[in-house]
Nanobody, 128 residues
């Protein structure tokens, strides 16, 4: 398994933007995903991208504001976060899944179960 490293988090005001990066993914994984978790809450899927054809998936709460992308040559995935809201505050994790269904299930209940390789997380805090 590969080790993933996230970066790019920080403290911003509502309406600001951030771009998160996740390096270290392998093409042997079928899906790269971004998840977030707040204290006392379950980890939830935010976005996913298929490593093969680049198909993207988004949670309704971030659709139209966040964009996931990948650079295969750099083994890096990104999450561009625009129009940030206080409710976006969380620890953000990138993860790699090897199942055929990892991307399609990432945003559903227990979506994190389909991802076996995780980064250490990067904190995003959005103030009103």
């Amino acid at each position: 398994q590969v080790h993933l490293v996230e970066s790019g988090g920080g403290s911003v005001q509502a309406g600001d933007s951030l771009r998160l990066s996740c390096s270290g993914y392998s093409g042997s994984m079928t899906c790269m995903g971004w998840f977030r978790q707040s204290p006392g809450k379950d980890r939830e899927g935010v976005a996913g991208i298929a490593t093969g054809d680049g198909t993207t998936y988004y949670a309704d709460s971030v659709k139209g504001r966040f964009t996931i992308s990948k650079d295969n040559a750099k083994n890096t995935v990104y999450l561009e976060m625009n129009s940030l809201k206080p409710e976006d505050t969380a620890m953000y994790y990138c993860a790699a899944g090897g199942s055929r269904h990892s991307c399609t299930l990432a945003l559903g209940p227990n979506g994190a179960h389909w991802f076996g390789v995780w980064g250490q997380g990067t904190q995003v805090t959005v103030s009103s």
